[in-house]
């Protein structure tokens, strides 16, 4: 009698354990908020749409709520430019599609570099880590540099 209790117990708590983890990946999408509404946004996130997209109307706001962490912030300009932004709202990506990035949002040494080695490219998205920065050309080709702005690396598009 106790060796079936063991396994009910068992199969009992392997159940719960799924359930739970099924249930809790559920919950991560429901309460992701969608707005129109750039008051949304946290005040760094705003002024970035202010000083690098001006003229920039915002078409949508998802705020991505996280169960173990906290929020960020993914926004779609009305031209189709995508921004994401962290929980604190500085931002993490640009993807401006076939458009050229502003260029104030990149530093002096990477516009040098890209007018020298790759003068007929545009620079048409822009990813900032922790530890570096990665361009991407609309010739497919990907740019790593430093944080300070120092060339790193080149991957070549892939054919």
């Known amino acids: 009698m106790m060796y079936r209790y063991s396994s009910f117990m068992k199969t009992f708590a392997v159940t719960l354990i799924m359930m739970l983890a099924a249930a809790g990946a559920a919950h991560a999408g429901l309460f992701d908020k969608y707005s129109i509404n750039r008051e949304d946004l946290p ?6 749409l202010d000083e690098h997209f001006p003229k920039k109307k915002v078409s949508m706001v998802k705020t991505d709520k996280h169960l173990l962490r906290k929020s960020d912030y993914d926004v779609k300009l009305t031209d ?68 300070p702005g120092t060339h790193s690396s080149t991957t070549q598009p892939s054919e």
């Open 43 to 48: 005040e760094q996130a705003r002024e970035m």
């Open 80 to 147: 189709g430019t995508k921004i994401e932004f962290n929980s604190k709202g500085a931002w993490t990506s640009v993807d401006c599609g076939k458009k050229a990035v502003p260029e104030t949002l990149l530093k002096s040494s990477m516009k040098r570099y890209v007018t020298k080695n790759h003068p007929d490219a545009t620079i048409v998205g822009i990813r900032k880590s922790i530890l570096a920065y990665e361009l991407t050309l609309d010739s497919g080709h990907l740019l790593k540099f430093t944080l």
